[in-house]
């Protein structure tokens, strides 16, 4: 990540950090897992209660191996989600565009977890391809976040 797409990536994840820890039920059943992605994909955080996850610094590291960091992620959710009663949301904060081929890990995500893109720079990657709903971090503000998440099918944030 570089300059101005890496300071919009790490304030968007501070305002969905924000968002869901301002959500009562948010801070009783999310889990949040961090998988980087420069020059090769890891997993930095294994899943971890919304409370106690601590967000990375983000760092600039050549290459954004997209599709690498999908796969991971979607094997961190295969591995982890146990409540068949709704669907994982996974967060995809990228600062440019995919330097591999994401189009398959993309849709093996997508069978596992509502899929939110969060672009810090301007992506020429055709983003309902990648996910459905997207959020250009340069214009987030607070609340931004808790429009995008349905904790439970059927239930508005008013019958909560």
Partial sequence: ?????????????????????????????????????GSVADVAVMPTPLEEFQPLPLYTHGSS????????????IAAEY?????????????????????????????????VVLCGAARLTTPVPTLAPAFVRLRDATPGTFRSLVNWVPGMSQETR
Wanted: hydrophobic share 45%; proline share 7%; glycine share 8%.
């Fill in 65 to 76: 191996p997209l599709g690498e960091a999908l796969e991971l992620a979607r094997e961190c």
């Fill in 1 to 37: 990540m570089a300059g101005d797409g890496r300071a919009a990536a790490e304030t968007g994840l501070h305002l969905l950090l924000d968002d869901l820890r301002a959500d009562p039920y948010a801070c009783e059943t999310v889990w949040v897992a961090a998988v980087t992605f």
């Fill in 82 to 114: 146990v409540a068949p009663d709704f669907r994982p949301v996974a967060f995809v904060v990228t600062d440019g565009e995919p330097t591999d081929r994401w189009q398959k890990p993309a849709q093996r995500l997508a069978g596992v977890a509502s």
